[in-house]
């Protein structure tokens, strides 16, 4: 039996019932596939090249290039994203050219999900359950972290002045698109 | 008109808009722009409030947040009811409904007011000494009695529907109060580009411009330059203005608590709106400018309705067009109260005199009120006050050079106001844990060294000139961007025409001549304190102000004592001839106003409170009935009952069906961490108490995790992917635990081994399939794997496809069944679950929940962490000392393991308990004895662990950890219960198929 | 000592009230004492009343860096119970609960001891089971504690929010009738002036500053800011500075402070009409006599001296009591502080000699040491008095963390106060 | 709410951390050579001091990583943060920053 298994994205039964408001729209994004890499100096070059997008030295910055994106998450962590491919394929690719390095690569791809959420009054909103200060000074775009949203964990990303990603845990993911709707409601 | 006590004309409201409310059922009109107080004044009402203890009638004493004694509830309904509020703050909409405290049956006649026949009994500190006979009395009258008197308001009633929300903001500079000083301030800083908030617990901003007649800035009327002010403000982009916005607290690191009132002053408000917002600024500087507070004199029976601070006289009559009374009398020790009499007296209120405490007050202000007509008695005292609901006359008395006061006349008035001069506002500078130092000439405390990055400006450190404060506030504010890091702060010097008035002032009682025992002169009004019960408190040894706050209650009110501590310090230290700042202050703590406790909570609230965390599954098991339950922050499917059946049936018929064909459990809420790298094993064998490195990769062994005292912390199991990987799996509870301490052990111990671990959690859904028709149900959906026994035995694990998604697939049993638990990418749990289910469909497979779970495995005598231990089990305790590698040197744990206690031989340690009549099913926690009939205290064997009733076996089974127990199997104890003992055999903790021949299928 | 009652309040209330007399002196410190305290807590006062008092040991004194009661005594709330799980902690508490129930009348001073029962909820599984352990094991000690359903649990108190939309449901809950509270400051005081009527000095505005030792080691008096005062014996009873303190005599303790926070709300006409507590949501809730709903929850999360603590923890403790009751939301808060509480590795009390002869220690309390006090004086008292335990703290030493006979209720239940 | 500055990521609200109690406590490299005096020594006794206080605090919703960090118990004031590992810094003779 080979029938493909549907994918189910946590967030589909909530997205489908938004209310959208212009100062803050929530929206989610489409599957990719994401991959943990983890691994001593020698062995983040090689993943770079591999990857096709160097990992990010500075703390806290994402790069992409071509649909990939690596984010960092830590001195020796960082969150490779790459959207519309198979993660099986992208694992095997990474872990064959890291062959003898000292590294982990664990597939995530299905760990979390990831909404958006744009507008002006975006960072306003997510600063009802974020400590972070998101002024573009001080988080500007490229910028990348985990933080907290509320009493769950995110990775925070913002790939424009208004935008910004939230990547959860699947099953906090409600969670923090129903904190999220909550904070915009005196827009609504 | 709005009331008889309104001027005509002047002040800032609008008397073209009308406002009806009501107080104490009793229908009103105010103006737009009112408070509930100025309202009520300009209707002639001073009687708004009975006190605390004596239930005194008692009147508006200030115009702002200091209040202590209009307290009014507010609300319509119960839903919106409010105690406590202060009439001074609330802003009149229509339709507001506002009653009186703490009077029974009605605010004119009380009958608590009884309470004064007794007062003299009612002395600080009284019910110490009495109500202590007979001992049972109190409990079931005295505290009764006690409660119903105290307690001011009454908690509303009905869940309150509003919203609340929190936000977390970031500035440069975050200036608190927005007074003359604080838009200085704001106005410098913000002027270099610095990020700017200016906050102000007032419905408007302007602090105590918004009440100037007659000073000049920058040739404008006070009231002109602050609309300037703040229109220029509101144009800068990087100044936010925050009015209704108290700062209510400071928190280290200069984390400051504001709460914004949003709709409490709205009709019919907009529901999206919440009511109160908080927040939780982090300011790189604060400016202070919280300006100065007016103190009251104290003396005999000053705490009539009629008897007000001569500023918050001058904001009604300027500010709001109110005429707080037709004749005042003024008792002062310091210049604004002239101020106040002057403005007054144009307002049309006449003054029947001054009697100021000096002997020889002099200058402009005192000569202006000579020249406007009014009578000034130097070196004059009130001596006492006529009046019941209000007062009606105050007696003067004359002030001798040696402190002897002589009756010198009797004045009649509907209005008293005191003025005992200013005291700075230093409560958020002192919660920044800055030292107050006290400063002679002005006596007061002004801020000293800072702790926090903050800097205080204008009357709230002493300086109270106009000019001056406006200047100070300017150099505040740019010294405040500058130390942001801001260039270009330009200093500013504004020109007021205007006279100060001066510093002048008084702390403490003034004098009175009377009789201590007999005269009531309050220092606290709103707990009811007077001189007497200071001094009391005094004899009595009570002498820290700390001990004297305690003891007499003063300053324990919800004002906080703003208007009263300052004179309680002044009385300690005249009575104990202990200068002021020996005595010092108590403790200023958060907050500065009475916080809703509903804006501490914010969207915290049902679903929200706690992330709500669902496995890909959750769906469908709530449409097929599944009962849940918590387990940490998962919701899990407890049982998933048939129409008709309670959790007993249920559990009963899913038992059965797993045991004797297939059951289907949702695992997914299992922690999981991937462990990679080349010293993952090493760093398994230092974590576990197992041994790691004899696993072959497909295979699968069940560990253990102490914590580093040698209990057991978690277990599961745990599958060798391959040489440099494992996919460790923990209990649902314990997932991030145990992360965290491997975490800690590879960071900070082994930095040098080359491993890294991932949670995985979310990564899989697992799908356990488990019972003697598994394999067959799962055969014809996989691929690449061969689920034959002599291919993947039990505890192995294999990697292929399943549904055409990549699984891996562990062959495990926590049931004693045959069984597998599918791991699939969670995205595609609800999927492959609902192709398991089909293809189940044949075989009866039925799902099962956590309780089944629970029954099968004590069947099995599987210990659950956190069931059979408890934090202070090891693992020999329960039954687990085989999974201690012997040749090992050391695993986190071992060290503790060779402690002498943990090695004793009466430890509990865990086995069964069979009911010798086998329907009786324990209690889970139920003692275990050895003799039921031993008296109380009894000697405690042990508890037991688990306990179901077996399907299986068609009897209860229990598991239990007995001092001893290992020992003990096969004998007979007890179980003693509250209807009567329960006779239990001790048996190995093993109830069904002891062998495991079922698992070798 | 002046008698306290109905009657002396009548006749003082007759004469103005000028007949009080002072409920404690304020001595001078002598050079030498039988035994010194540090510490003026209620443990340490009670230690010297029950000196005084059970072992004839009178030339006590008590030594105060501030104001009597101005530590955590003066700043918890104030819950009183004895339904612990272990046999231990069980006979400790109980000891204690015994003593509360005639120490207003012991001290002829009114403390207020309230026994309007404290109700622990359970909102899941793991609770109710851990729950009706203490209920059974407290049962068989001879201590009170019963369960109760969640209809019975909104019996006994009106404003739970029972079977509502709650995240975390109230299952049922413990209840034990005798717990209750007592007022703080009155402890205290009432202790202070009872030691202060048998001889016993209580010297305020006095830090200890050094422990000084003989040549054997032995305990030879104590360096204070008023200066060396010797003393054959030294009990330390100084809560969150117990380390700071031992440190002194160069004892290391297995000891952490942490921040505890507590608040209170407005005062109201009485709402609520017992304790209540959630361990699972953390927070505790009960009402004063003065009105105000004194609530409390964990601790902040690192080491701290600084007797305040953070605003998160503040909204936590609001955000469980507004679930728990929801028309609460729209009362406010009108005082938060914060106190230092020492805790030990297995949250029980350390009651003990310590290696260092004449040197005792009663310190661990952590969360939940108000409820003790009066037995934990007269516990200490005992081992201070006869150099060894008394049989009830004879578990509560140091060496049991070496040996590994933790007393741990937190581990068996996770819980505190 | 303490603003902790985190080696990695630079200052940050102390809610994204978790709390990791004394630093510098080595775990023993043989614990089975050691008596049950020193064990419980490293195990349970803190020095616990009133003023600088060398702690672990971890990045945990954030970078992940353990660090240390010198505040002061009573001030709360945060003189230094430096990666695990790292010896403790010595403190400039204010106490307000670390000696450079
Ligand atoms: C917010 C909060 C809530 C609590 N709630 C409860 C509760 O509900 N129920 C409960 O049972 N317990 C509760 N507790 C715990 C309880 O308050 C304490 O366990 C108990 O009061 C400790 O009493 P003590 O006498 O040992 O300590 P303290 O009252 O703290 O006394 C110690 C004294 O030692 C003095 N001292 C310290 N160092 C020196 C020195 N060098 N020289 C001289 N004197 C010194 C201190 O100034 C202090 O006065 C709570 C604690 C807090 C902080
Ligand atoms: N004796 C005197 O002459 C004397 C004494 C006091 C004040 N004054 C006059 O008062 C003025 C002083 O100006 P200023 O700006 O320093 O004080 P201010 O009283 O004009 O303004 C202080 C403002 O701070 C606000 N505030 C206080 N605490 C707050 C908090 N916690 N949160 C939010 N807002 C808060 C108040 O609502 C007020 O609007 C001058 O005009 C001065 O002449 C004179
Ligand atoms: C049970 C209890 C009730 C309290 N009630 C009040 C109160 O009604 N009003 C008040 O101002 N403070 C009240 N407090 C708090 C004290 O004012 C004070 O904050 C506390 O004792 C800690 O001392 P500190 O703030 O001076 O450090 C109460 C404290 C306790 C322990
Ligand atoms: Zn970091």
């Known amino acids: 039996m080979s029938d493909l298994a549907i994918r189910e994205n946590s967030l589909g039964r909530l997205a489908s019932v938004i209310r959208n408001i212009p100062s803050a729209t929530l929206a989610v994004l489409p599957d990719t596939a994401k991959l943990l890499f983890r691994g001593r100096p020698a062995a983040v070059d090689v993943a770079g090249r591999a990857f096709g997008v160097a990992m990010p030295q500075e703390a806290c910055r994402f790069s992409a290039r071509g649909g990939r994106t690596a984010y960092w998450c830590g001195p020796d962590e960082w969150l490779l994203q790459a959207g519309g491919e198979a993660s099986a394929a992208l694992f095997a690719s990474l872990d064959a050219a890291l062959a003898g390095q000292s590294y982990s690569l664990v597939d995530v791809s299905h760990r979390s999900d990831a909404i958006t959420l744009s507008g002006p009054e975006a960072a306003y909103i997510l600063n009802h359950g974020c400590p972070l200060d998101l002024s573009l000074q001080t988080f500007p775009v490229g910028m990348c972290t985990r933080t907290i949203f509320g009493k769950a964990t995110i990775m925070l990303s913002r790939p424009a002045p208004e935008l910004f990603h939230i990547d959860v845990w699947r099953s906090f993911a409600s969670y923090v698109w129903q904190l999220l709707e909550e904070a915009c409601g005196e827009f609504a | ?1001 | 000592m002046q008698s306290y009652s109905a009657f002396s309040l009548f006749r003082q209330a007759l004469g103005g009230h000028a007949g009080w007399q002072r409920q404690w002196r304020s001595p001078q410190p002598r050079t030498e004492y039988d035994v010194v305290i540090v510490g003026a807590g209620g443990h340490g006062l009670a230690t010297a009343y029950y000196l005084a008092k059970e072992h004839g040991i009178t030339n006590v004194a008590v030594l105060e860096k501030g104001w009597l009661g101005g530590g955590n005594t003066g700043r918890n709330t104030t819950i009183i119970r004895s339904n612990y799980l272990f046999d231990e902690s069980a006979a400790l508490y109980e000891h204690a609960l015994k003593l509360w129930e005639g120490l207003s009348q012991d001290l002829n001073y009114n403390v207020m001891y309230s026994p309007r029962g404290v109700l622990m909820l359970a909102h899941n599984t793991h609770d109710v089971q851990s729950f009706k352990r203490h209920v059974h094991a407290n049962r068989l000690n001879g201590i009170d504690n019963e369960w109760l359903n969640a209809e019975e649990c909104k019996a006994f108190c009106p404003p739970l929010n029972v079977g509502g939309a709650m995240r975390y449901p109230i299952l049922g809950g413990a209840l034990q009738r005798r717990g209750g509270t007592a007022r703080h400051d009155a402890v205290a005081w009432g202790y202070a002036r009872a030691a202060d009527a048998r001889g016993v000095d209580i010297i305020e505005n006095c830090e200890v500053t050094g422990i000084r030792r003989t040549v054997n080691g032995a305990v030879e008096g104590v360096e204070t800011s008023r200066g060396f005062i010797r003393a054959r014996k030294v009990g330390v009873v100084a809560a969150g500075h117990t380390s700071v303190v031992l440190g002194m005599a160069g004892v290391r303790l297995p000891l952490e402070s942490y921040p505890l926070q507590a608040l209170v709300s407005e005062p109201v006409k009485p709402a609520f009409p017992c304790v209540v507590m959630s361990n699972t949501i953390h927070a505790y809730i009960s009402q004063s006599d003065k009105g105000e709903m004194v609530i409390g929850a964990g601790t902040d999360a690192y080491t701290s001296y600084s007797q305040r603590g953070a605003l998160h923890i503040a909204n936590h403790t609001l955000d469980a009591i507004c679930e728990l009751v929801p028309m609460f939301r729209r009362l406010r808060m009108l005082r938060n502080w914060g106190g230092i509480v020492d805790v030990t590795p297995d949250r029980s009390p350390i009651i003990a000699r310590t290696p260092v002869p004449g040197l005792y220690v009663n310190c661990g309390w952590g969360t939940g040491g108000f409820k003790a006090t009066p037995g934990s004086g007269n516990v200490f008292a005992w081992t201070i008095a006869r150099d060894e335990p008394h049989r009830i703290n004879a578990p509560f030493t140091i060496e049991r963390f070496r040996d590994g006979i933790l007393i741990d209720e937190s581990a068996a239940a996770a819980v505190a106060h | 709410m303490l603003l902790i500055p985190c080696p990695h990521c630079g200052p940050r609200a102390e809610l994204e951390f978790s709390y990791g109690g004394e630093a510098h406590i080595a775990r023993p490299v043989d614990p089975a050579s050691i008596d049950d005096d020193s064990w419980v020594t490293f195990l349970y006794e803190r020095s616990n001091p009133r003023g600088v206080h060398a702690e672990r605090w971890r990045h945990l919703h954030g970078c992940g990583r353990f660090f240390n960090v010198l505040r002061d118990t009573v001030s709360d004031t945060i003189a230094a943060s430096y990666p695990a590992g790292q010896p403790r810094p010595a403190l400039s003779p204010d106490g307000k920053g670390t000696k450079r």
């Not at chain 2, 400006?457 to 505040?476: K, P, Y």
């Open chain 2, 1 to 1001: 008109m709005s009331g008889r006590f309104r001027a005509p004309s002047g002040g800032r409201v609008d008397r073209a808009k009308p406002v009806r409310f009501s107080f104490d059922g009793q229908s009103y009109q105010g103006v737009a722009g009112d408070t509930l107080a100025s309202a009520l004044l300009a209707n002639g009402v001073h009687l708004v409030g009975r006190s605390f203890k004596y239930h005194r009638p008692r009147g508006i004493v200030t115009a702002g947040s200091d209040e202590p004694n209009a307290l009014v509830g507010v609300g319509a309904d119960d839903a919106h009811y409010t105690p406590n509020m202060r009439a001074t703050q609330i802003e009149i909409y229509e339709g507001l409904v506002a009653e009186s405290q703490n009077r029974w049956p009605s605010l004119r006649f009380d009958v608590g007011a009884i309470n004064e026949a007794f007062a003299p009994f009612l002395s600080a500190g009284f019910y110490y000494k009495t109500f202590m006979w007979p001992p049972a009395a109190w409990k079931r009258i005295y505290e009764p009695l006690i409660r119903r008197a105290a307690g001011l308001g009454r908690a509303p009633a009905k869940p309150d529907p509003d919203r609340y929300t929190q936000v977390y903001a970031h500035c440069d500079v975050l200036v608190i109060g927005a007074g003359p000083a604080g838009m200085a301030a704001a106005l410098a800083a913000s002027a270099t580009g610095a990020r700017v908030f200016l906050c102000d617990e007032q419905a408007e901003m302007g602090g105590s411009l918004l009440s100037e007649k007659t000073a000049m800035i920058e040739g404008q009327s006070a009231g002109d330059w602050t609309a300037g002010a703040l229109a220029g403000l509101a144009a800068r982009a990087n100044v936010t203005l925050m009015p209704r916005t108290t700062a209510f607290g400071w928190y280290p690191h200069n984390f400051l608590g504001l709460c914004e009132r949003i709709t409490d002053h709205l009709a019919g408000a907009d529901p999206k709106l919440p009511r109160e917002r908080l927040w939780q600024v982090r300011a790189t500087e604060v400016v202070l400018a919280t300006g100065a507070l007016e103190r009251p004199l104290v003396f005999p029976d000053n705490d009539r309705p009629g008897i007000m601070m001569a500023e918050a006289a001058r904001i009604y009559a300027n500010r709001f067009g109110v005429l707080p009374g037709n004749t005042a009398v003024i008792f002062t020790a310091c210049d604004s109260a002239y101020r106040a009499a002057l403005d007054l007296k144009s307002a049309g209120v006449a003054v029947a005199a001054i009697a100021d405490l000096r002997a020889a007050p002099g200058g402009v202000w005192v000569d202006r009120a000579r020249a406007a007509g009014m009578e000034v008695r130097e070196a004059t005292v009130v001596t006492g006050t006529t009046g019941r609901l209000r007062i009606d006359s105050v007696n003067l008395g004359k002030l001798g050079p040696d402190g002897r006061v002589s009756a010198s006349e009797t004045i009649a008035c509907d209005l008293l106001l005191t003025s005992g001069g200013f005291t700075p506002s230093v409560h958020l500078f002192s919660q920044s844990r800055g030292k107050l130092v006290y400063d002679e000439a002005l006596r007061a405390f002004l801020p000293g060294t800072s702790v926090e990055r903050e800097r205080s400006v204008g009357a709230c450190r002493g300086i109270f000139d106009l000019e001056a404060v406006l200047n100070d506030g300017t150099a505040g504010g740019s010294g405040a961007a500058e130390a942001v890091g801001f260039a270009g702060a330009a200093g500013r010097a504004f020109a007021v025409d205007g006279d100060s008035v001066g510093s002048d002032g008084f702390i403490g009682v003034t004098p009175h001549g009377g009789d201590p025992s007999r005269t009531r002169a309050w220092i606290d009004f709103q707990n009811d304190v007077t001189e007497n019960d200071v001094k009391l408190a005094i004899r009595e040894g009570f002498r820290s102000i700390e001990h004297v706050k305690r003891y007499t209650t003063t300053g324990m009110a919800t004002d906080q004592g703003k208007t009263s501590n300052m004179n309680a310090l002044g009385l300690v230290s005249q009575t104990l001839k202990r200068p002021l700042p020996q005595v010092g202050l108590t403790t200023f703590r958060p907050p500065y106003t009475p916080t809703t406790f509903g804006v501490f909570a914010g969207q915290s609230r049902g679903d929200l409170f706690d992330p709500v965390r669902k496995t890909p599954v959750h769906d469908w098991a709530v449409a097929q009935g599944a009962v849940f339950e918590n387990v940490s922050l998962w919701k899990r499917a407890h049982y998933f009952p048939k129409p008709g059946e309670d959790m007993h049936a249920a559990v009963v018929r899913e038992c059965r069906a797993t045991r004797q064909a297939v059951g289907i459990f949702d695992a997914t809420t299992l922690g999981k961490i991937e462990v990679v790298g080349k010293d993952a094993a090493e760093l398994m064998n230092r974590i576990y108490t197992n041994s790691w490195a004899t696993l072959e990769p497909g295979r699968i062994r069940y560990g253990v995790i102490l914590g580093e005292n040698g209990f057991v912390m978690d277990d599961g199991v745990v599958g060798r992917m391959a040489p440099d990987r494992f996919h460790i799996t923990t209990t649902t509870g314990g997932a991030s635990r145990v992360l965290t301490m491997m975490e800690d052990y590879v960071q900070t111990e082994w930095p040098n081994l080359d491993v890294w671990l991932t949670s995985t959690t979310e990564e899989w859904a697992v799908i356990s399939v488990q019972g003697p028709l598994s394999r067959k149900v799962l055969e014809p959906l996989v691929e690449g794997i061969d689920l034959s026994r002599a291919s993947m035995p039990h505890m192995s694990v294999r990697e292929g496809k399943i549904c055409g998604v990549p699984t891996r697939l562990f062959r495990v049993s926590f049931t004693g069944e045959l069984g597998f638990e599918v791991n699939v990418p969670a995205g595609y749990g609800r999927a492959v679950w609902e192709a398991i289910v089909a293809a189940g469909h044949a075989y009866g497979i039925t799902p099962y929940g956590t309780e089944t779970m629970h029954v099968l495995r004590a069947e099995k005598g599987f210990i659950v962490v956190g069931q059979e231990t408890d934090g202070t089990v090891t693992p020999d305790d329960c039954g687990l000392g085989w999974t201690i590698g012997k040749a090992k040197k050391d695993f986190v744990g071992k060290r503790s393991l060779a402690r002498p206690a943990m090695m004793a031989g009466d430890r509990k340690q865990l086995v069964g308990l069979l009911t010798v009549d086998p329907k009786t099913v324990l209690e889970v926690g139920a003692q275990v004895v050895a003799d039921p009939n031993q008296p109380i205290p009894m000697i405690m064997l042990g508890h037991v662990t688990s306990s179901y009733w077996s399907a299986t076996l068609n009897r209860s089974i229990a598991l239990a950890l007995v001092r001893g127990g290992r020992t003990r199997i096969g004998t007979r104890l007890s179980v003693p219960m509250p209807d009567g003992p329960i006779a239990v055999e001790l048996v190995e903790p093993i109830f069904y198929d002891p062998k495991g021949a079922r698992l070798d299928v």
